[in-house]
């Protein structure tokens, strides 16, 4: 019986996965988070590309002793995050863009504002967004992650989510002190392996840099594929010490 099941499911393109308690499997990123995340208030969330708080407020309902610092420099998009969260004394909205180094940076900000970034789309077929409008190039403030911890005196960040269509490791940079000093403890970050903007990194490049800090891959979540092979995903890295 339990053959024919697994006959039945495979021809519907379907599949039962066990999961043990208390085991990381990789097939449900919000699952997994919820087994290696500290669970000590002192531990702040940081959601860099914010966009309109889906990820802030999963956070939030996943450790609800946790403050979160969400990050979104697009004005239109904050309009949506301010009456979400204004009554949740946990989340600190912050109307910036974290890089390499602080000043102000363009943003181009496309139709579809989750395709928003500091980076063109790239041209090109092999780009399933390149047509996508845009509206308005905006001019935004831009800060380090290691100068805001600093100013705000975080010294224990148990996730470090960043979501910034191919400027991830402009973030990663410009938080150095941080990662060198071991106080990351997971960090949740877009890679894209095939151009989708200008001046993108490598996933290579973010893997080692992470790698070069004791932050090692836990597994990819949320995969897309075009033409048979991995487009985009999300990974999940763990600090060693842990």
Sequence with gaps: MKRNLKSLLSRLGLRILREPAGVVMGHDLWRDLGLLLPHSAAAVCLDVGANHGEVTAALRRLRPAAPVHAFEPSASCQAILRPRFSGDPRVTLVQSGLGDEDGVREFHR?????????????????????????????????????????????????????????????????????????????????????????????????????????????????????????????????????
Excluded: M
């Design 110 to 242: 496309y139709a579809n504002d989750q395709l928003s970034s500091f980076l063109p789309l790239q041209a090109g077929v092999a780009n399933p967004f390149q047509g996508e409008p845009e509206l308005a190039r905006e001019l935004v403030p831009l800060i380090t992650l290691d100068h805001y911890a600093t100013e705000h005196r975080l010294d224990q960040i148990g996730l470090l989510k960043i979501d910034t269509q191919g400027y991830d490791l402009r973030v990663l940079q410009g938080a150095k002190n941080l990662l060198g000093a071991g106080v990351v403890a997971h960090v949740l970050v877009e890679l894209n392996f095939i151009p989708l903007y200008g001046g993108q990194p490598a996933p290579e490049e973010i893997i080692a840099l992470l790698s070069g800090h004791g932050l090692r891959l836990v597994d990819f979540y949320e995969k897309c594929r075009r033409e048979q092979r991995l487009a985009w995903c999300t990974a999940l890295f763990r600090h060693t010490s842990l």
